[in-house]
């Protein structure tokens, strides 16, 4: 049986999509014919990217808000759905790792532990519920979180990001139980280590060489979303063990 699926032609909303892995994502997506709307926080720099997805012939969008802003997230789910349609793959890639150079968990202000979650958890939580519902009455629909080693690694000074990934994983797991027969596949995909704005945050003195590139990163998570039989809902994958050119 072939468990392959097509990403031509779909809706598809992609958060912090002005860098990095976003925006290698936005990029792959559109090549491969997806009407990608791009959601992040600063204009400019996502304008770019979507200029840039345009001027090589892809369908793109750009949507200005902030995923951790529960005020904003029905105007960004609204918005990207005018823009493109339906909404078929949502991808939560939007994070924070809170206030730098990290701290001890039990140094983080609470107030900065829940930003984090806002962003990195609530934030998704909130789009998923607005998005979910009207993939499981099409009987199909892709939902990804972004996850990191440091959902299961318990690293010094990682805490705040590292609680809102552990979570995040979760989440995935319940949801894809709960949707479970009704086509809606969850997913929470691990990139790796990457040649990053937030991993030069967080890892300053970091050698750039022996980071994964986001380009790189973004072929192997679309072939996840291209490859049902391999990565069926409530699977949590490592983007680096993933075999492209692996049969479903």
Known sequence: ???????????????????????????????????????????????????????????????????????????????????????????????TLGPTPLRLLLDTECEDLAAVLETNLVGPFRLTKILAGAMALRGSGVLVHISSDAAVEPYPRWGAYGVSKAAQDHLSRILAGERDGTGVRILAIDPGEMDTVMHAAAIPEADRATLQRPADVATRIISMLESAGRAPSGSRLAAPRWDVGAAS
């Open 1 to 95: 049986m072939d468990t392959n699926i097509s990403i031509q032609g779909r809706g598809a909303l992609v958060t912090g999509a002005s860098r990095g892995l976003g925006r290698a994502l936005a990029e792959q997506l559109a090549a491969k014919g997806a009407r990608v709307a791009l959601v992040a926080r600063e204009a400019g720099p996502l304008h770019d990217v979507v200029e840039g997805i345009r001027a090589r012939g892809g369908v793109a969008h750009a949507v200005l808000g902030d995923v951790g802003d529960k005020d904003a997230v029905h105007k960004i789910a609204g918005q990207a759905q005018g823009l493109v349609g339906e909404i078929e793959i949502a991808i939560h890639n939007a994070s």
